[in-house]
């Protein structure tokens, strides 16, 4: 038997083979023919060929000017032709531009408006680095805040005092840093760093640590410091919130003859609600007042902002020549990560969630009250954490 060929067999059946086809495409034919499906898709999803106009962005006028150099450059025509179902090249209005040689994204771009920030361009040519995609996907992924409970009265006070003016929005970029209970503005929602871990040095040299975001809408991230600068930096809605302030805190002309301008209490209830009896020791009032306490509180077990029982002062701490409405603002939000989210129900049936109620333990009060004393007090945040003060900046 004679030994055909695989050829020779296919003949001999009458079988025709078929040549497998190659691109006989060259890279820079491979790159004109992927530019100009990128317009294409941009007429497909505008409706219109892109136009170089000023207030356009840097894409539209790269696109409008590289259709304008394939449509006088011939060898690029005859090349596309075969692929311009939407027409795009069969035009006589294109715009005076230098040599057309070369259909290259560099020399487009050199022949935009000068007024283009040369940065912006280098960052929109380029693919973004990983560090980039990185800090994009922590932002991104967050997750259900399961205390939020804890933290929804502090956003609900911050919400009010933005309103009322005590705190101001300022554009993030002028002041850079981060610290552990600051208040921004992120895609709309309010951000607030609830925990910052130790800081560390990165590779490039700079550093960095890795933090616990709480947003106002119930979520959380737990990103890095600099990948929350940067969203902050991208979003031109992006804001940083001012500490709250009604005013100086301290007489600038105090002396030791001045009499007292207030009392700060603290107070416990003697409530038979389960969760306050299970934590009788921790749950504390805490306020300012310009008169008596006793007379403050004579009334108490009638009161829904006492929690309809009777209370006792286990603390009380004289003041002299300090502004109390600003103190009482002062402590409240130092404290207000551990506020109690309570609901009751008063004498005519009404639900009412009593304020100035705080998870926070009687040393840790006393300590506030050293800072007040030292004039340090507005510095400090409460970390929850560590049910310790600790500074803020």
């Avoid at 002041?175 to 040095?201: H, M, P, R, T, W």
């Avoid at 600003?326 to 304020?355: C, M, N, S, W, Y």
């Avoid at 100035?356 to 929850?384: K, N, S």
Wanted: glycine letters at 6%; one cysteine or more.
């Amino acid at each position: 038997m004679v030994n055909l060929s695989d050829d020779e067999l296919l003949d001999a059946l009458g079988i025709e083979q078929e040549t497998i086809k190659t691109s006989s495409y060259s890279p820079r034919e491979q790159r004109i023919i992927t530019g100009f499906k990128e317009i294409q898709q941009f007429f497909e999803q505008h409706g219109r060929v892109p136009s170089p106009d000023p207030e356009n962005d840097i894409f539209e006028k790269l696109y409008a000017v590289r259709l304008n150099r394939l449509r006088m450059h011939e060898e690029s025509r005859l090349l596309l032709t075969s692929i311009d179902y939407q027409g795009l090249l069969n035009t006589t209005e294109v715009l005076p531009v230098n040599k057309v040689e070369e259909i290259d994204d560099d020399d487009l771009l050199a022949e935009l408006d000068e007024g283009i920030n040369q940065e912006d361009i280098l960052e929109l040519r380029h693919v973004r680095s990983q560090v980039e995609i990185r800090a994009a996907e922590e932002i991104a992924k967050r997750e259900k805040c399961e205390d939020f409970d804890r933290f929804k009265p502090l956003f609900e006070q911050t919400e009010r005092e933005v309103k009322s003016g005590v705190r101001e929005t300022r554009p993030f970029g002028k002041d850079a840093s981060i610290e552990l209970g600051n208040f921004f503005i992120l895609g709309g929602q309010f951000a607030y760093v609830a925990e910052k871990g130790d800081e560390f040095k990165t590779p490039s040299g700079d550093y960095d640590a890795r933090l616990r975001v709480i947003y106002s809408n119930g979520t959380e991230s737990n990103l890095l410091l600099r990948s929350l600068q940067r969203a902050l930096y991208k979003d031109n809605a992006g804001r940083r919130l001012t500490e709250a302030d009604a005013g100086p805190l301290f007489s600038q002309d105090w002396n030791e003859e001045d009499i007292e301008s207030g009392t700060i209490y603290v107070l416990r209830s003697l409530s038979n609600l389960p969760f306050v009896q299970e934590n009788q020791k921790l749950v504390h009032k805490i306020g300012v007042t310009g008169g008596k306490v006793e007379t403050r509180i004579a009334n108490a077990a009638y009161d829904a902002t006492y929690l309809l029982a009777d209370v006792e002062i286990v603390a009380s701490y004289k003041l002299s020549g300090i502004n109390r409405t600003k103190l009482e603002k002062i402590l409240h939000r130092i404290f207000a990560p551990a506020q109690l989210d309570l609901t009751i129900t008063d004498r005519f049936g009404r639900p009412v969630r009593p304020r100035e109620w705080f998870l926070v333990p009687l040393h840790v009060i006393d300590a506030a009250v050293q800072h007040i004393q030292d004039g340090t007090i507005t510095d400090m945040v409460y970390d929850i954490k560590t049910a310790s003060l600790i500074k803020s900046i």
